[in-house]
C-alpha cells in the first residue's frame, strides 16, 4: 500500500499548486527513511526516481515536467521557456529556476537550507530557489525575483519552507564577519549562543532580503534541524555522525492548464506567518 505523502502549503500561494514535502511516505529506508529525492545521495537510483514520480504526480505533472537545476550556493537562476527542457534542466548549475509555462513544476532539494516558492498568479508567471546562507547572502533570492520580473511578474509573492531555525544553527565569528562586512546592520540576525558562538536566523535573513526586493513574504515556521520525523537536516546528521543524509523536496506548479486538474492536496495547510 502507498504511503501517504504530507504536503505543507501555505495560503499566501493560494491560486497556484505548491507544496513542502515533508519525508513521509516515499519508498526509501535506512538513512532515507521516507520520501527522499536527492539524486545527489547515496540513496538507490531506482528508489529516488520513484519518490520524484510521486511527487511529481502530486503536484499533476509528468515525472520529466519535475523540474529542477543542479544546485551549488550561487545566485545563478535558469529560466525554464522550452517544455522539453524540464528533463534536462538539473544539469545546469545554478540554484534559481523561473517560468511561464504550464504542464511543468519548478522544485528544489534542501536539507537545511531555504527553499524558496514564489509566485505571480495574476501574471502566470513562478519560481523556485534553493538558499542557504551563501545563495541568500550573494543574492540568489533578488536573482530569482527578477527573472520572474523578466517574464512580466509585479506581484510576485514567496514562502520559505522547512529550513534550520537559528535555535540550531550556531555558525563561527569569521561566518558573522562575512555578512556584517557586506552590511553592519546584519548583526541584527544574529544572537549569542550557548556555547559563546553566535547564531544566525537564516530564515529572517531570507524574508528580510525578499520583503526588501519588493515582495511579499512569510516563513512556514517549521525547523528542519528540531524535527527529524518530519524532516532530513544534513546538519544533524553530521551532529549525529550518519554517513549522509535524504534531500527535501519543494515544488509549485500553474494551475489549471495543459490539462491539469487540481485537487486540494489535504495535509497541512498553513496560513500567513
Known sequence: MK????????DLLDGVRHGFFTRKGGASSGLYAGLNCGRGSNDQTEIVATNRARVAEAMGVAPDRLAGVHQVHSADVVTLSVLEDAATSDHIRADGIVSALPGVALAVLTADCQ??????PAAGVIGAAHAGWRGALGGVLEATVQAMRDLGAQN??????????????????????????????YQRFFSN???????????????????AAGVEAAWTRHCTYSDPERFFSYRRSTHQGEADYGRLISAIALPGQAGITLQPMATGSLGQS
Not at 527553499?115 to 505571480?120: E, G, R, T, W
Not at 510576485?156 to 553592519?184: K, L, N
Open 3 to 10: 504511503l501517504t505523502l504530507e504536503i505543507l502549503t501555505h
Open 193 to 211: 549562543g550557548p556555547n559563546e558562538k553566535p547564531m544566525f536566523d537564516l530564515p529572517s535573513f531570507g524574508l528580510m532580503r525578499l520583503r
Open 156 to 185: 510576485i509573492r514567496a514562502v520559505i519552507g522547512p529550513t534550520i531555525s537559528q535555535r540550531a544553527y550556531e555558525v563561527g565569528w569569521d561566518f558573522m564577519d562575512e555578512f556584517t562586512a557586506e552590511d553592519p546592520d
Open 115 to 120: 527553499p524558496v516558492l514564489f509566485a505571480d
